[in-house]
Every structure is written in structure tokens, then in C-alpha cells.
């Protein structure tokens, strides 16, 4: 969807020239899984970590843009469609900025999340499946809300009365209910930093102009 009667307006400082200056290349590790399974957890770990090691950073979660960007939207098909759009737009501006991107949402759905990967138009988008049993999730139940959802006060709850499909070929696989947080962070940094150092990261994998 294109807004009429407007042009884009490129500057001479692109997405190339923002990743000499901050000696990092942009990329986008989008969490999904369960509430419950350890996205945002892992997420925030990971950007401690990561900003220990001089990378620049930003966490994407779903409950924050749900404070304030989104929270207009309900949770029904269409409004959690309408919200992966909207933070995939977001996470673009980003990538152009130069910074790496950790996104948690359970992106429930695997046609939006390819829906995401497609918009955002960018080799350096990596999927991160947060695998955990739901019983599992259940029991830690940290917000409350798998019991509210049990009750029928809480509709369109994934997991419960709302589906989630899981990722069909994720770049990583992080199965919280037999690895600790700091087994799961390990994983992670080393695939951004191997990725990082990929030789084959560099102009295929900026964004799409904007």
C-alpha cells in the first residue's frame, strides 16, 4: 500500500555508509513462539549481551507496541495481521539505520510471518523459533492470562482458542524447556556474530529503499 502524491526523497547517507560508521551490519532476528515460550526474555538478553560487545541494538517487543504503536488493533486475525505490518514497516527504517533488529512476537501465523519477510525485503530477516511445549508455557504462565483464556474471558488467545503454526524451516531453533537462558543467549550471539562476519552479507542483504 503506497500513499499517493508523495515521493521518497533519498539522501546522500544510506544504509551502506550507516554500517561503516557504527562498524556493524543491520539484520533482523525475528522471535516467534508461544506466550510463555521466552521471546522477550531471550530478546532483551541477547541485546545485553550484544551491547556489552559494542553493537548498537534495538527490541521490538509485543506488549510495548501494543502500549503505544498499535494499540488501536485488536487481536483477531486481522488485527494482528495489521500490527506485523505495521512493526515490519518499523523494523525497516531501522535496518536502514544500520542497527540490529530483535523482534519478539508470536507472529502466530506462518503466511504473516512470510508476510513480514516479503515487506521488510531483506536477506539479513532471520526467523528464530522459540520452541517450548504449551503445557509448558501454561505452567510458567507468568502474565495470568493462559488461565483467563482457559475461562473464556480472554478470546482469539493463541494456543488456546486461536492456532499457532509453526515455523516451517527457521533459521535457529531455541527450545527453552531443556536449555537455560544463558544456553539459549550463547546461540544466538554466535549466530549474529557469525552472520556478522558472512562474507556474503554485504549489498544483497540491505533493505529495500525506502
Not at 503506497?2 to 543491520?26: A, M, W
Not at 531443556?178 to 543467549?185: K, Q
Request: charged share 25%.
Amino acid at each position: 500500500m503506497k500513499c499517493p502524491n508523495t515521493v521518497p526523497y533519498r539522501g546522500n547517507i544510506n544504509c551502506s555508509r550507516r554500517e561503516d560508521l557504527l562498524n556493524q551490519k543491520s539484520m533482523v532476528l525475528w522471535f516467534t513462539g508461544l506466550s510463555g515460550s521466552g521471546k522477550s526474555t531471550i530478546a532483551h538478553a541477547v541485546e545485553e549481551r550484544l551491547h556489552q560487545l559494542g553493537r548498537l541494538t534495538y527490541v521490538f517487543d509485543g506488549d510495548n507496541v501494543r502500549q503505544g504503536l498499535c494499540s488501536d488493533l485488536s487481536f483477531s486475525p486481522e488485527g494482528r495481521a495489521e500490527n506485523l505490518r505495521r512493526i515490519s514497516e518499523m523494523v525497516k527504517l531501522f535496518l536502514d539505520a544500520g542497527i540490529i533488529c530483535l523482534t519478539a512476537f508470536i507472529s502466530p501465523l506462518q503466511a504473516d510471518r512470510d508476510r513480514c519477510k516479503s515487506l521488510i525485503n531483506c536477506a539479513k530477516f532471520f526467523e528464530v523459533y522459540v520452541k517450548c511445549p504449551l503445557e509448558v508455557c501454561e505452567q510458567r504462565d507468568v502474565k495470568g492470562l493462559y488461565k483467563l483464556a482457559r475461562q473464556g474471558k480472554i478470546k482469539n488467545y493463541t494456543g488456546i482458542s486461536a492456532p499457532y503454526e509453526e515455523p516451517d524451516s527457521p533459521d535457529l531453533i531455541l527450545e527453552t524447556h531443556n536449555c537455560s537462558l544463558d544456553e539459549c543467549v550463547d546461540q544466538v550471539v554466535n549466530f549474529v556474530l557469525n552472520a556478522q562476519d558472512s562474507p556474503g552479507s554485504g549489498n544483497q542483504g540491505q533493505p529495500a529503499e525506502l
